[in-house]
């Protein structure tokens, strides 16, 4: 009855249900852990997080100098370079196994076959909305790392640019995928082009800058999408007790030398779409950044 209340919010419906959920344990743990999995009790966590969510209160500034904004970039740049020659994949993925010592052949491969998900979810997002998905698309993902789902999209596409900040992931994405219809950019020489393209992608990449860098950048790819073509990007819009100035960022606060983890809250995301003709499809949260907060999927086309 307490493990009911506890995970469900509720009282058992009867003595027969208690009875029905005690049947196949032998012990109190094993009832604890069926009750705490159950379908219910996973949708009861997350109306109790909705609610918290609905009554935050942050501070996320995204205004900044140009001189504050250069030194933003040049973080991130120099942690993500060096995540790039000491510990790559795990950069990419941060699960234990895939710590660059003593990763083999067949864990690699493992690796590059997760970003399939990311392909199948990017066919759900446009067979649930009813669109058909583009025909030989030109496609650009920004955070390319070391093309897990690069090589993925770039089957899809009669032209793929990989995008990436660190060099040294944009090394092993070369060498990971040899399609002549893809190629690798480093950021800061893509922003200098006037590439346009159909599909922008971006997943797990934009939530590792501070906002003001988060917010430039969407603004700069979403710029670039043409007409008719679609934007699909996650980013985390709240973060328990986040919050963000340029200043406090550049004295050490949320500042590391290892992945930071940031938010953009929709205030700031709307806008950018809305400035350049992205109308939302769907928006809705996923489980990229675990309990730290809630990310969302912005699903947009351009008119």
Known sequence: MNAY?????????NEQAIERHIGPHSTIWSLIRDIQNSPEAKRYRVWVASGDVSRYKSKVDISVTPQEFARMMSHVEKVWTDYGKNDPYYSVLSNPKYHSEGMNHAQREEFYATGKRDIEFLHL???R????????????????????????????ASRFTGID????????????????????????DYLKSTET????????????????????????????????GFACFQIPCHIYDYNFTAKSYLAGKHKADFMEMHALPQRHVFPILEKHGLKPVEVFVDAHIGPAGHS???FARKA
């Open 5 to 13: 209340r506890l995970f469900l919010g509720r009282s058992p419906e």
């Open 125 to 127: 997002l446009f067979e």
């Open 129 to 156: 909305n009813g669109i058909p998905f583009p025909k030989r698309p030109s496609i650009c993902e920004l955070g390319c790392g070391l093309g897990r789902v690069s090589e993925h999209l770039a089957k899809l």
């Open 165 to 188: 900040i660190s060099a040294t992931h944009l090394e092993h994405a070369r060498s990971r995928v040899s399609a002549d219809n893809a190629s690798f950019v480093h950021l800061g």
């Open 197 to 228: 393209f159909d599909l922008f992608f971006s997943v797990i990449t934009l939530q590792h800058n501070p906002p003001p860098v988060m917010a430039h950048l969407l603004d700069a790819f979403l710029g670039r999408i043409n007409p008719g």
């Open 296 to 298: 969302y999927e912005f």
